[in-house]
């Protein structure tokens, strides 16, 4: 699922619409999710630092003792990897809300508030961060790629990219000094600039 394991999502959907196994609903319905085993399998992307670079969540021990990925940590991609890790984090979370798992509900609803970590008070912009928590130097908003921190994208892309807490962003931003509804408004017409950033090419 491109950078990160955004299947965490459909999976915690998956939970809280469709029918669970053993349910009144699912013996009407004709068809069912084993909630839990659902439930278990996704929390090992949340947990399990995976053996093979191509599953599960990489650089899954920085982002869980920093809060997110670092940009000096052997990761691509981190602002973008970082978002997707919260923002599933934040799926299992309401997922294991409903099976009343408060221990896992707790813990993943925490974590996926640290989108403020990577909120630079000086630019307004969600951006790279070491591992010693300052902001990776020559940032430009204007640059796409991995190595840059966004994948197949750049600040700007990101810049509002946390869903699941929309009214905690706008607060925040308005404390920050920015305003987001005049963010959406110059992303809206702003310029077209594209600096080739981290691909190396157009």
Same mark, same amino acid.
């Given at each position: 699922?491109?950078?990160? &394991?955004?299947?965490?999502?459909?999976?915690?959907?998956?939970?809280?619409?469709?029918?669970?196994?053993?349910?009144? =609903?699912?013996?009407?319905?004709?068809?069912?999710?084993?909630?839990?085993?659902?439930?278990?399998?996704?929390?090992?992307?949340?947990?399990?630092?995976?053996?093979?670079?191509?599953?599960?969540?990489?650089?899954? =021990?920085?982002?869980?003792?920093?809060? #997110?990925?670092? #940009?000096?940590?052997?990761?691509?991609?981190?602002?973008?990897? &970082?978002?997707?890790? *919260?923002?599933?984090?934040?799926? *299992?979370?309401?997922?294991?809300?409903?099976? +009343?798992?408060?221990?896992?509900?707790?813990? *993943?609803?925490?974590?996926?508030?640290?989108?403020?970590?990577?909120?630079?008070? +000086?630019?307004?912009?969600?951006?790279?961060?070491?591992? +010693?928590?300052?902001?990776?130097?020559?940032?430009?908003?204007?640059?796409?790629?991995?190595?840059?921190?966004?994948? =197949?994208?750049?600040?700007?892309? #990101?810049?509002?990219?946390?869903?699941?807490?929309?009214?905690? *962003?706008?607060?925040?931003?308005?404390?920050?000094?920015?305003?987001?509804?005049?963010?959406?408004?110059?992303?809206?017409?702003?310029?077209?600039?594209?600096?080739?950033?981290?691909?190396? &090419?157009?």
């Amino acid at each position: 699922s491109m950078t990160g &394991t955004m299947s965490d999502v459909s999976m915690s959907e998956a939970i809280m619409k469709l029918p669970h196994c053993g349910s009144t =609903e699912a013996t009407t319905k004709g068809y069912c999710v084993d909630a839990a085993t659902l439930l278990n399998a996704s929390l090992q992307n949340a947990y399990q630092v995976p053996i093979a670079t191509e599953e599960g969540r990489e650089c899954l =021990e920085e982002y869980i003792n920093l809060g #997110y990925v670092p #940009y000096d940590g052997g990761c691509d991609a981190v602002v973008s990897r &970082t978002l997707n890790y *919260l923002h599933a984090d934040w799926a *299992l979370a309401q997922a294991a809300a409903m099976l +009343d798992d408060n221990e896992h509900y707790e813990e *993943l609803s925490a974590r996926a508030a640290n989108w403020t970590l990577l909120l630079n008070p +000086d630019t307004g912009f969600l951006a790279p961060r070491n591992m +010693d928590g300052s902001f990776a130097s020559g940032f430009d908003e204007y640059a796409w790629g991995d190595s840059r921190g966004y994948t =197949e994208s750049g600040p700007w892309q #990101y810049r509002l990219e946390v869903p699941y807490d929309p009214t905690g *962003l706008q607060s925040t931003l308005s404390d920050l000094g920015f305003d987001a509804a005049s963010i959406v408004e110059e992303a809206n017409t702003i310029e077209s600039y594209f600096h080739v950033g981290g691909y190396g &090419t157009v």
